[in-house]
């Protein structure tokens, strides 16, 4: 049930989202075909009420215009409308798209207390900055949101742009304008910024006496500094002998011959773009404030990780070193279709220089060169046969054949170094430690891919473990290189066979059944990662699906309480795993999409400057990470292409895992095409 309702929901969520890019597209198309060819009705006049080709022309002697920028403003709009009342004065407002959406019962009051609307652009950007498409696309929108409000399409036009009306140059030669007339802002004072009435009537009175509008602004901000002002600025012009008007009166037009009506057709594309509008603008601000939540999250995330992780190495470092295990350990390698990097591991765990161990390997009913290859080894490691079962029934029946309690599980495509094997098992000297999680390294780093991939396992995965061990959650001790206490494997059942994160599963069952896991960041493993984009979305989903699985199955270990709890894989692990590897994952491309919203439509810098701040907090992490593994810096010119290309790479396929959980869908084991990279011989770290 909890399963259709999800698909319900989700479906839903499609659908709306559909809807509304429909009801925007064909809103706009409708709308601006009908309009952006000139078929809205100018003022008689045909003319802009400053000829620019005649610098100096104005309004008509002893005639003042009073002009509001920005609004609709919802109170505020309403108070200069009372203000203009009382002064028994008309005001023209040039409207925003972006707040005349949400508040449309302003323009139609602006409209019926005898005012005049025009075009203001949809955003505060400068449109003589914009290309050509958006500076339509800003006029066509605001002009819907017009004509949806009031039934009027307006014929003023006023851009937001910045300067004073002698020097604004509003989109020379590119026709967005066509069927406009075009008003140039008055000058505006300093007073707007600092709320000085004096200043403000005074930059009015200036602005009359030179033939140009009176610009006042219509936000709250300055609404105390316009309200003063207005009576002041009416009765000393009035004094002087000054008429008041609007726009389209003070060219010689009717009142309000500015504002027509609009047709039919133009009233079902407004109606179908300022609707969609309505929505994506209450969806901005939703991702506004998603973003704001994320980014501090991921900042304060990333500061913890770093920071916790250089704690746990400098406590490593200074806490008193006891006797290192130097028992005998048993070496378990499945295998599965390993014959380009099978000899190369197994030569690499023979050559370990550690005193007592033995290899078993497990051939998991290979189908290529594996059993030949196994064969020459036969003199030195336990070779097993299987019929094929998957890795965790592999490891499971090599653990029943191993010989020694402690127990190291290696894949059939990763290397050692030969001081791996011991620093791998020491910590086991400590009765309290029931798996030890190795250091794994990428041995194909050519090309962005491997590159990308070496970054993630030197940050996004070494380091998260060095924070695990601190906190005492390690949730998973890779499959790649680990080691075990045997007993302790045995006490939560084998190496469980449920999921398909076989080694998340294993190491929060031990965690939770009171042992301690430990990271042990000097053994290093070099192993294949996929080297083609298909191969690392498959081996990716698995993890994240496998995740999602573990957790599921651990997921009252959350709440557990009591003295019987050692392990806080469940208190603070497995909230750690769902917050940053399921939900950041999906909503980060909400982010992504905002920041390119506000590049194109709000503001650019801003939108840089958030972008380079999270870029540079990743690279300072990422340097910490490198050198605390004792790799060259040199891979940090990589660190900007993951943010733009790797990372949505991820989310993709943690949507897709999502999404795979909810519907139910049983995945199968995949196992990734070998190259033979670690064969040919595993790079140095550094």
Not at 368 to 377: E, S
Not at 539 to 558: E, K, L, N
Request: glycine residues 10%; proline residues 6%.
């Amino acid at each position: 049930m909890t399963r259709r309702l999800w698909l319900g929901w989700t479906q839903l969520a499609i659908v709306l989202a559909a809807a509304a890019t429909a009801m925007m597209l064909c809103g706009f198309v409708t709308y601006s075909t009908t309009f952006a060819d000139g078929d809205a009705p100018a003022p008689a006049s045909g003319r802009g009420l400053v000829d620019r080709s005649a610098p100096g022309a104005g309004l008509p002697a002893k005639t003042a215009v009073l002009t509001f920028d920005a609004a609709p403003d919802g109170a505020a709009t309403a108070a200069i409308l009372d203000a203009l009342r009382q002064a028994d004065v008309p005001g023209t407002f040039f409207v925003t798209g972006s707040m005349a959406v949400r508040d449309s019962d302003a323009l139609r009051a602006i409209v019926a207390a005898g005012n005049e609307i025009g075009n203001g652009g949809f955003t505060y950007h400068d449109l003589s900055l914009l290309p050509a498409w958006r500076q339509s696309a800003e006029l066509v929108a605001t002009q819907a949101a017009v004509v949806e409000a009031t039934g009027q399409a307006p014929s003023l036009a006023r851009p937001y742009g910045p300067g004073d009306a002698g020097d604004t140059q509003l989109l020379p030669g590119t026709g967005a304008l066509d069927g406009y007339i075009v008003v140039p802002g008055g000058p505006r004072s300093p007073a707007w910024f600092f709320g000085r009435t004096g200043d403000v009537v005074a930059s009015a009175v200036a602005a009359a006496q030179a033939g140009q509008p009176i610009t006042l602004p219509d936000t709250v901000s300055h609404l105390p500094s316009v309200l003063a002002a207005i009576p002041t600025i009416v009765s000393e012009l009035r004094a002087d002998g000054y008429t008041f008007r609007t726009v389209s009166g003070a060219l010689g037009e009717p009142a309000q011959a500015s504002m027509t009506d609009a047709t039919v057709v133009q009233a079902i594309g407004a109606f179908l773009l300022t609707h969609a509008l309505v929505w994506s603008t209450e969806a901005v601000s939703m991702f506004a404030v998603l973003l704001i939540v994320l980014g501090v999250v991921t900042v304060g995330r990333t500061l913890a990780v770093t920071g916790l992780a250089l704690v746990q190495a400098r406590a490593d470092r200074r806490r008193p070193r006891t006797a290192a295990y130097r028992g005998p350990v048993s070496i378990i390698v499945p295998a599965y279709n390993e014959e380009a990097n099978i000899a190369a591991t197994l030569t690499s765990l023979l050559a370990s220089d550690y005193p007592d161990f033995e290899v078993v390997v497990v051939d998991d009913g290979s189908t290529d060169r594996t059993p030949q290859i196994l064969a020459g080894f036969a003199d030195r490691a336990v070779i097993l046969r299987k019929v094929n079962g998957g890795k965790a029934a592999a490891l499971n029946f090599g653990l029943a054949q191993a010989t020694h309690d402690v127990v190291v599980m290696v894949d059939g495509d990763t290397v050692f170094e030969p001081a791996t094997l011991g620093r791998l098992v020491a910590d086991l000297s400590d009765p309290q430690v029931g798996a030890i999680a190795g250091n794994t390294k990428v041995a194909n780093r050519g090309g962005f891919l491997g590159r990308w991939q070496h970054l993630e396992y030197v940050v996004g995965m070494n380091l998260d473990r060095r924070m695990f061990q601190l906190l005492d959650c390690m949730p998973t001790v890779p499959g790649a290189i680990g080691a075990f206490r045997r007993s302790a494997v045995l006490a939560v059942g084998g190496v469980p066979t449920r999921t398909l994160a076989e080694d998340t599963d294993l190491t929060m069952a031990i965690n939770l059944a009171g042992w301690r896991v430990t990271y042990a960041g000097s053994a290093v493993a070099w192993t294949e990662a996929p080297s083609s984009v298909r191969a690392l979305a498959r081996q990716r989903y698995r993890w994240c699906y496998g995740t999602m699985q573990a957790m599921w199955f651990h997921r009252r270990s959350v709440r557990r309480t009591g003295p019987d709890r050692i392990g806080h894989v469940g208190s603070r692990g497995i909230p750690y795993l769902l917050a940053f590897q399921v939900v950041q994952p999906l909503l980060a491309p909400l982010v992504d999409l905002y920041l390119i919203y506000a590049a194109l439509f709000l503001d650019l810098r801003t939108a840089v400057v958030l972008w380079l701040a999270f870029l540079t907090l990743q690279l300072i992490s990422s340097a910490v990470a490198l050198k605390m593994d004792g790799e060259s810096l040199r891979t940090l010119w990589v660190v900007p292409t993951t943010q733009i290309v790797y990372r949505q790479m991820l989310y993709a396929v943690v949507l897709q895992s999502v999404a795979s959980a909810i519907s139910g869908s049983r995945l199968r084991w995949h196992t990734p095409p070998r190259t033979g990279a670690v064969a040919a011989g595993a790079p140095t770290a550094g």
